[in-house]
């Protein structure tokens, strides 16, 4: 299956990253935590695989829908 980019819904700033390339994640799991308003938006994929690639660091100040790590689902 193809690589899926993982792409933040908010502007804001990237707070946490509590996963790293080579990581396995669940359906769901954070992998980045988008700060925006005082809120804490995990960015997610839809279904468990491993981070293949991540794009962005804590402090970055992202745009909505900017590609902030790449996805490889199971």
Do not use: H, N, Y
């Amino acid at each position: 299956m193809a690589d899926i980019e993982l792409k933040s819904d908010v502007s804001g700033r990237v707070w946490q990253i509590p996963k790293s390339a080579g990581d396995s994640v669940e359906a769901e799991e954070a992998v980045i935590i988008i700060e925006s308003m005082k809120m804490e938006i995990p960015v997610a994929p839809e279904q468990s695989g491993t981070v293949v690639k991540v794009l962005v660091a804590e402090g970055d100040e992202v745009e909505e829908d900017q590609t902030v790590a790449i996805f490889s689902p199971d």
